[in-house]
């Protein structure tokens, strides 16, 4: 089966093709650029970029994939979480096309996309033997440990009480003067800094009486603490700035308290559910301290680690339609949604009896 994946939850614009769960083309239009004098994602201007450039990306997609619309059995487009207007013109795009060529269409969880890019590349996904999983799931303004007894059946048993890790590295570059997007500028900067000069707080450490949710604490994060720290010690020594050394020092300390917060909760799920494998994915899971230090976690406790290839980590729109491979394979029915979804969430599969008929 060959399906056209679209994504445009929020700053990139992609398309790609994938036959049987093998990405037979990704194509990834990024805006950083337009985004990055304004130190963060605005909307307006992300939906306006992806009307200029779907169509194109779309058309590349299906050359690369030396295909054409008429090869296509079915489409996938993400309709949430994300932006609003972003989400809006992937979903047209996609729902006009299915009209047009009269081939159905499934609506993606973003989230989900993430979760099964683990599983793509050039070989069809391999899911046998993998669950049940815990994932560590790190997208964008996400992060949350997701307990995935089968494909689809979902349990989260850990998140972020304020902001995430995407967040915490896009609030410290910024603070650090090194430009955005956060991550990548830090883990840049940070290369040959020492990670444990300065000792930042990661987070729910302490016990804590006033505990509200409905999760367990020791396996929740919170990056809020962390972004204050940060601050507060840059402006208890203003000399970090001027010296080169001291500042990659405390960069490395920064991103070191983000990935072993990270990683701290990943080892706790890990001793509390049983597990045949554990992934990392989203944006954050291509940050290489982080990478590091679960491939440790995975030699350690002999569970087997899966991350995606980097071209699968950030926004794309192989995951959308591998998700959607993924979802077809269970038996689960093309499925049109009404209208795009911001606030999404992930809900676990209704499985049906036999597998659609195109």
Not at 70 to 99: C, E, H, M, N, Y
Not at 143 to 161: A, D, F, W
Not at 186 to 211: C, K, M, T, Y
Request: charged residues 20%; contains cysteine.
């Amino acid at each position: 089966m060959k399906l056209l994946g679209i994504e445009t939850s929020c700053d990139e614009t992609a398309a790609a093709v994938v036959e049987d769960g093998a990405v037979r083309s990704n194509i990834i239009y990024s805006q950083i650029a337009q985004h990055a004098p304004y130190g963060g994602v605005v909307p307006e201007i992300a939906s306006r970029d992806h009307v200029r450039k779907l169509p194109g990306i779309i058309e590349e997609a299906l050359a690369k994939a030396n295909g054409s619309f008429d090869d296509l059995d079915g489409l996938a487009v993400t309709f949430g979480p994300g932006l609003a207007s972003s989400l809006l013109i992937g979903f047209s795009a996609a729902r006009a096309l299915s009209q047009r060529l009269n081939k159905p269409l499934m609506g993606i969880n973003h989230h989900e996309g993430h979760i099964y890019s683990v599983f793509l590349g050039e070989d069809p996904p391999q899911l046998e033997g993998a669950f049940p999983m815990l994932t560590l799931m790190v997208s964008g303004g996400d992060t949350r440990l997701v307990y995935i007894r089968e494909p689809g059946n979902y349990e989260i048993v850990g998140q972020t009480i304020d902001d995430a890790a995407g967040e915490a590295l896009d609030k410290g570059a910024t603070l650090l003067g090194l430009g955005y997007p956060g991550g990548p500028a830090i883990q840049q900067f940070a290369e040959g800094g020492n990670p444990h000069a300065v000792r930042f707080p990661r987070g729910l450490d302490n016990p804590g009486s006033d505990w509200t949710y409905n999760l367990d604490r020791t396996l929740c994060f919170s990056f809020s603490g962390l972004k204050t720290s940060l601050l507060y010690f840059l402006q208890k020594n203003p000399d970090v700035m001027e010296d080169e050394t001291k500042k990659r020092d405390v960069t490395a300390s920064y991103q070191e308290a983000v990935a072993d917060a990270l990683t701290t909760r990943m080892e706790r799920a890990l001793k509390k559910y049983s597990c045949a494998a554990f992934s990392c994915a989203g944006g954050v899971s291509l940050n290489k301290p982080l990478r590091g230090k679960l491939t440790a976690l995975s030699e350690k406790t002999s569970v087997p680690l899966r991350l995606s290839s980097p071209t699968l980590c950030t926004d794309n729109a192989a995951m959308i339609a591998g998700a959607a491979a993924i979802r077809l394979q269970a038996g689960l029915p093309f499925n049109v949604p009404q209208d795009v979804n911001p606030t999404l969430r992930l809900e676990n599969w209704k499985r049906v009896n036999k597998q659609p008929e195109l």
